[in-house]
T-cell receptor, first 113, second 116 residues
Framework: AQTVTQSQPEMSVQEAETVTLSCTYD???????LFWYKQPPSRQMILVIR??????QNATENRFSVNFQKAAKSFSLKISDSQLGDTAMYFC??????????FGAGTILRVKS | GAVVSQHPSRVICKSGTSVKIECRSL??????MFWYRQFPKQSLMLMAT?????????EQGVEKDKFLINHASLTLSTLTVTSAHPEDSSFYIC????????????FGQGTRLTVV
């Protein structure tokens, strides 16, 4: 069975600074996808970034980037130049081909002005 | 990206009644949809996988007779909470993918159910 672990229940960061959210996972699959989802107070789930396991290059989307370490089964999210609108709950998630999403427990991120 | 519409966004019902929540994929066909339940400040808990034209697959511990799922078309899945009780009050979210596994899931807006 696949598991996803987020060890930081809550984090805070000052506006314009950089923060890194941790995620580790466990799987015996070789091909899979990893995601970071953002859930703001509206509770709408928003995809932040995705990573295919077969790609060695770390995914980047504007201020968001990941550090994907396949051997270590680690998938951290770095948010640069944090903005107030980044305040949300962030979920790390995993899916193998044809399977459902497995979510971590989530990290509440608060960006302070 | 693809759009998934969930309705209603909020519903209040009396204890003992049933309530139906709809999940529609607006611009793509979804052979599989997923239903999640979320408590405040917690993660999404998968309840069931909804398969078009066949019976839903329920996760362990989820009562299939209480949470009825119907996926009658490639664009619509419904979750009916039967004989609702206050402990069923929660936030319910659906998701769908536009092709089989390993790709992005698109989420509905969620439904806040309150049973009084």
């Amino acid at each position: 069975a696949q598991t996803v672990t987020q060890s930081q229940p809550e984090m805070s960061v000052q506006e314009a600074e950089t923060v890194t959210l941790s995620c580790t996972y466990d799987t015996s699959e070789n091909n899979y996808y990893l995601f970071w989802y953002k859930q703001p107070p509206s509770r709408q789930m928003i995809l932040v970034i995705r990573q295919e396991a077969y790609k060695q290059q770390n995914a980047t989307e504007n201020r968001f980037s990941v550090n994907f370490q396949k051997a270590a089964k680690s998938f951290s999210l770095k948010i640069s130049d944090s903005q107030l609108g980044d305040t949300a709950m962030y979920f790390c998630a995993f899916t193998a081909y044809g399977n459902k999403l497995v979510f971590g427990a989530g990290t509440i991120l608060r960006v302070k002005s | 990206g693809a759009v998934v519409s969930q309705h209603p966004s909020r519903v209040i019902c009396k204890s003992g009644t049933s309530v139906k929540i709809e999940c529609r994929s607006l611009d793509f066909q979804a052979t599989t949809m997923f239903w999640y339940r979320q408590f405040p400040k917690q993660s999404l808990m998968l309840m069931a996988t909804s398969n078009e034209g066949s019976k839903a697959t329920y996760e362990q511990g989820v009562e299939k007779d209480k949470f009825l799922i119907n996926h009658a078309s490639l664009t619509l899945s419904t979750l009916t909470v039967t004989s609702a009780h206050p402990e069923d009050s929660s936030f319910y979210i659906c998701s769908a993918s536009d092709r089989d596994g390993g790709t992005e899931a698109f989420f509905g807006q969620g439904t806040r159910l309150t049973v009084v």
